[in-house]
């Protein structure tokens, strides 16, 4: 049982630290915050699907980088909270390759928009600012999650042993 435990929080801390490393690199190229972001990170919101480590690794990785990457404090509790919802969901769809892509857009497309307005003051409303946002998970979620799903697929048992 200790052995499981020990797996399950370095599965979880591996995420994590990928998640931020991922983060940090689109924040170098400006698309990790704003009105348009394309979080690379976001893909492995995919990763419930094969493990329920990700769900801490995820919400850990997305605290970490939303502090390294200078967020205002309402961006590091509801960008966190909102990719934990997303994580969760995910986890809940976990037998659907296309439905678990879907929980983290769903969230970050009604949770981030607030955020951006009343934290950050952008403009342009919170209508286009969910469709903004959405794509941008769309992309990230949907589209690069997608592919890391089928690429993982193969080696999942390697990678996401459960023992």
């Known amino acids: 049982m200790q052995k499981k435990g020990v797996l399950y929080m370095t599965q979880a801390a591996v995420i994590a630290a990928i998640y931020v490393v991922l983060t940090v690199v689109a924040a170098v190229i400006n698309l990790a915050n704003g009105m348009i972001q394309v979080r690379f990170s976001e893909a492995l919101c995919v990763l419930p699907f094969f493990t329920p480590a ?3 690794g995820l919400a850990i990785g997305c605290l970490i980088s939303n502090i390294v990457t200078g967020c205002m404090l309402p961006d590091i509790i509801f960008g966190t909270l909102a990719t934990l ?10 037998k659907n390759k296309i439905l678990v892509t879907l929980p983290p857009v769903i969230s970050n497309a009604l949770i981030i928009p607030f955020v951006l307005t009343y934290a950050y003051g952008i403009p342009g409303g919170i209508p286009l600012q969910m469709l903004t946002v959405g794509a941008g998970e769309i992309i990230s979620c949907v589209i690069l999650g997608s592919i890391l799903i089928k690429v993982l697929t193969p080696i999942k048992d390697r990678i996401f042993t459960q023992s």
């Not at 919802?85 to 976990?94: D, E, K, N, Q, T």
């Open 54 to 56: 990700a769900v801490p």
């Open 85 to 94: 919802i997303g994580a969760v969901g995910s986890w809940f769809l976990r």
